[in-house]
């Protein structure tokens, strides 16, 4: 789960730091992009709910350490194919590692214990780590106190969801950069019937170009429902 691979397989592309729209969380993009590009910075602690952007902030920050020549990390303690404790004691010898999904590993006593040796061994090394939960360290469920208060000595920065509102005006900028003009009717449909998040969004975005191209026409709303069809719910089954 460490190794390295090409950085255009790890890295993608929509995720960095001129990507990230910020909205109320401006203070902790700072945090996150200041521990990316300098070596002494506080380490930092990522918490949000899901569909934060927490794991876009990780990849900004693996990826502008790595623009500046610093050797890079990151596992996804949510996504392991094997025990988390031997992924855990398997990372490091790098200048930025940053660990998403902290809250996996909950109540692993074994894993726990190996993130808390991480820990210590990574400020005797001089590594720089980031970490990123949907809670902060001190609501996490963990089984190693220990571990909590190291969690906790990190800089807290904590990631505020966009507004709807705010996601709208994302979406729409992105789609007039590819030429396309979403109407209301289209918004309206797209925010009820699917997933919210920027991240979901955009890559739905991704789809709808390409298949608007395709087919060689706007992007309307029977275009959509078209499309999507399949993905609509019936509306039988709606609210009653």
Not at 153 to 164: M, N, Q
Not at 190 to 219: E, M, N, P, Q
């Amino acid at each position: 789960m460490v190794t390295q691979l090409p950085l255009a397989l790890r890295w993608p592309r929509r995720q960095r730091f001129e990507h990230f729209h910020a909205g109320e969380s401006a203070v902790a993009v700072a945090a996150v992009q200041r521990a990316a590009t300098e070596a002494d910075a506080p380490w930092v602690f990522l918490a949000g709910p899901a569909a934060s952007g927490k794991t876009h902030l990780l990849a900004a920050a693996c990826q502008e350490a790595s623009d500046g020549g610093r050797r890079v990390q990151y596992l996804p303690l949510d996504a392991l194919r094997g025990p988390a404790a031997s992924a855990i004691r398997g990372s490091g010898g790098c200048a930025l590692l940053a660990l998403d999904a902290v809250d996996a590993i909950c109540g692993e006593l074994e894993a726990e214990h190996a993130l808390f040796d991480l820990y210590n061994r990574s400020r005797a090394e001089g590594m720089t780590l980031l970490f990123a939960a949907r809670q902060p360290p001190a609501q996490l469920a963990l089984a190693l106190p220990d571990l909590r208060s190291r969690l906790g000595a990190c800089t807290l920065a904590k990631l505020h969801p966009l507004g709807e509102a705010q996601r709208r005006h994302v979406l729409r900028t992105r789609a007039r950069a590819r030429g396309i003009e979403l109407d209301d009717a289209v918004m309206d449909w797209l925010f009820l019937h699917h997933a919210r998040d920027l991240g979901t969004l955009g890559a739905l975005l991704d789809d709808i170009d390409r298949a608007s191209l395709a087919a060689k026409r706007r992007v309307t709303l029977p275009f959509l429902r078209e499309l999507l069809k399949r993905d609509e719910p019936d509306q039988a089954d709606g609210p009653g």
